[in-house]
């Protein structure tokens, strides 16, 4: 090959590896410039702006994920399967989750003479939450306070409005409604408004019950006058906004005021030495007379006491994990079970394959499982003995130590029942509230054969 000959291949193969290398310079420039806009200025988003889809034109990608809530996947011990139903006059839905009262007919003597006895269903997605409450037949066992509209719709631009711009007395005003009152002014399940700031998009706390109740609860560490929203860290509030709900509550007095009962510690025998203070009851329970307790979903209790809260690990990093689109990396929206989204919820941290993972999960689960069964067994062992306990001559005080010792085991019980993890969140927790349960069951029945 002569001298010039190799010049002129030298030439061609610079100018070649010049494109590539010119071409890679874009590429990486233009992902980078992509990685910053993870979102686009369609729309001016108001401050009451409380329809997702607004917030969807500005916010594509995690609009995308958030309108996957419809998705019904079970896991092996949680989440639902779509059951078909014939819509009616009553309930238009086509769509319903399976009945936990049909899969577990215990519940209906549990919760004997509540709302619950009449209808429960497995959970579903965050996008059926409020119209799932709007045809619950729990509606027609009792008239539903508007409080409840707290945790099943998007109610920061209700508060706003009636409270004139205070939503803490809009938040007074919505409590002392009827649910059906509450329901007019109220539009969309929970939306981004509801944790986001709409000029800036921090994550910010809009509910007044969790701005009270954490605040009782920093008290008992220590913490005085406790400001959620200007003292938490960025990784507490990826928590923190979804605590806003998935939480332990009542409703007290008869404005029906939604209130945390946190003021002597958020653990369950906490919770319960709070109620016993001020002596609030759910319900008289129709079998036994006991004055009954109803835990609701304590999530962020239950989390708060296990391995993931005390390493920092925040409700956000396992079921709204990162993902990338492109070169983009976004907060999913979907909200679903760690068990669906494996690689992205758990391997960022354990370093286990999917397999060995999902099995570690599902044993913790089944055990837990297996230690709830023979509690609830217990428990309508309990409530069959105190029934028939006052059919014969048993001395009414030994029978209201026996309802006492049903109130509390029930409660306990019901706590890590209605918490959704089926005990992961805090296995060891959980089975120490199992153990007290299973305690005052046994001085329950005791008193009634002394």
């Not at 928590?239 to 009962?261: I, M």
């Not at 999530?299 to 409700?315: D, I, L, P, R, T």
Request: glycine share 6%; proline share 4%.
């Amino acid at each position: 090959m002569t001298t010039k000959l190799k010049m002129i291949l030298l030439l061609v193969l610079t100018t070649i590896f010049g494109v590539i290398i010119g071409y890679l310079l874009i590429s990486i420039s233009q992902k980078k410039m992509e990685e910053k806009h993870t979102s686009f200025k369609v729309v001016e988003i108001g401050p009451l702006e409380d329809d997702p889809v607004v917030w969807g034109k500005n916010y594509p990608l995690q609009y995308d994920t958030y309108i996957r809530t419809v998705d019904q996947k079970r896991t092996r011990y949680g989440g639902s399967e779509a059951w078909p139903r014939t819509p009616d006059n009553a309930d238009p839905r086509s769509v319903v989750s399976q009945s936990r009262l049909e899969e577990d007919p215990r519940l209906k003597k549990i919760w004997a003479g509540y709302a619950f006895s009449s209808d429960f269903r497995e959970e579903r997605g965050h996008a059926y939450m409020l119209v799932d409450q709007m045809y619950t037949k729990r509606q027609e066992f009792t008239p539903q306070p508007g409080a409840c509209i707290n945790c099943h719709a998007s109610t920061y631009k209700a508060m706003y409005q009636l409270g004139d711009g205070d939503i803490h007395k809009g938040f007074d005003k919505l409590n002392k409604m009827s649910y059906h009152d509450a329901l007019k002014n109220v539009k969309h399940p929970v939306s981004c408004i509801d944790c986001h700031s709409p000029d800036t998009m921090e994550l910010r706390i809009t509910r007044p019950a969790f701005m009270e109740g954490i605040k009782k609860y920093k008290k008992t560490l220590g913490v005085a006058d406790y400001d959620v929203n200007k003292m938490a860290t960025r990784q507490e509030m990826r928590s923190f906004v979804c605590a806003q709900c998935h939480v332990e509550y009542y409703f007290d007095g008869p404005e029906k005021r939604l209130t945390f009962p946190w003021s002597e510690g958020i653990k369950a025998d906490e919770i319960l030495k709070y109620y016993r203070k001020n002596g609030h009851k759910d319900w008289t329970h129709a079998k036994t007379g006991a004055p009954a307790l109803k835990a609701q979903h304590p999530e962020f209790e239950m989390w708060s006491q296990g391995v993931h809260a005390k390493s920092g690990v925040s409700c956000v990093d396992c079921h709204m994990p990162y993902q990338r689109v492109g070169a983009m990396k976004i907060t999913n929206h979907q909200i679903q079970s760690p068990m669906l989204n494996i690689n992205k919820a758990c391997q960022t941290c354990h370093h286990s394959s999917e397999t060995e993972l999902k099995e570690k999960v599902e044993t913790i689960q089944g055990r837990h499982l297996e230690m709830r069964n023979r509690a609830m067994d217990a428990l309508v062992q309990l409530i069959d003995a105190i029934e028939q306990a006052q059919t014969k001559k048993i001395a009414a005080e030994k029978i209201k130590k026996a309802q006492t010792a049903q109130r509390e085991a029930q409660f306990l019980i019901d706590f890590i029942e209605a918490e959704n993890s089926s005990g992961f969140h805090a296995p060891q927790e959980a089975a120490r509230l199992i153990v007290i349960a299973m305690d005052l069951i046994r001085e329950g029945q005791l008193v009634l054969k002394d």
